[in-house]
């Protein structure tokens, strides 16, 4: 029996119950991650980026999974995305660059928050790290702002007192 789009309803029920039991399983997964990462005592930003990492890859394998159960030609697509993929890149590498090694700093903690670090001609204290900056509080009261590619290249001093 087909309907009206031409499109078996026993493909399209199977569709959607393959979706749903993606997004399901994205769910749970993202809750388990944030767990995981919370045990590991990973920093808030960490923990969103691992979960929300998991969450979407889930998502889009189901939704492909379900256009594929349908009888698209998902190679297509999946060519598709790998060219966006790849274009988005290369048009936003150092945003990329900035982000990565953001989640690097993160990982291997060069330095923590309220350390008083030199970044080449830049000094001040580390007020925040997230994944794009490290931003530093000058002593004249200023606020630092380096990119984390520059963070993560460059001969970090890290002062004791």
Do not use: C, W
């Not at 691992?50 to 979407?56: A, L, V």
């Not at 274009?87 to 953001?102: E, P, Q, R, S």
Request: proline fraction near 1%.
């Amino acid at each position: 029996m087909k309907d009206f789009f031409g499109i078996h309803l026993n493909s399209l029920f199977l569709s959607l119950v393959i979706f749903l039991v993606f997004f399901l399983l994205a769910i749970i997964s993202k809750k388990a991650v944030r767990r995981f990462t919370v045990r590991l005592n990973l920093t808030s930003n960490l923990q969103t980026l691992f979960s929300n990492f998991t969450f979407y890859f889930l998502f889009v394998v189901g939704i492909i999974s379900a256009l594929g159960t349908l009888g698209i030609n998902i190679s297509v697509l999946i060519t598709g995305l790998g060219l966006t993929g790849f274009a988005i890149g290369f048009a936003f590498k150092d945003l990329i660059g900035n982000f990565l090694a953001g989640v690097l700093i993160l990982l291997y903690h060069p330095f923590r928050i309220g350390d008083h670090i030199k970044i080449g001609a830049s000094e001040g204290e580390v007020k925040e790290i997230n994944l794009r900056y490290t931003i530093l509080q000058a002593r004249d009261g200023e606020e630092i702002l380096i990119p984390n590619s520059i963070t993560f290249t460059k001969e970090i001093v890290v002062k004791k007192d």
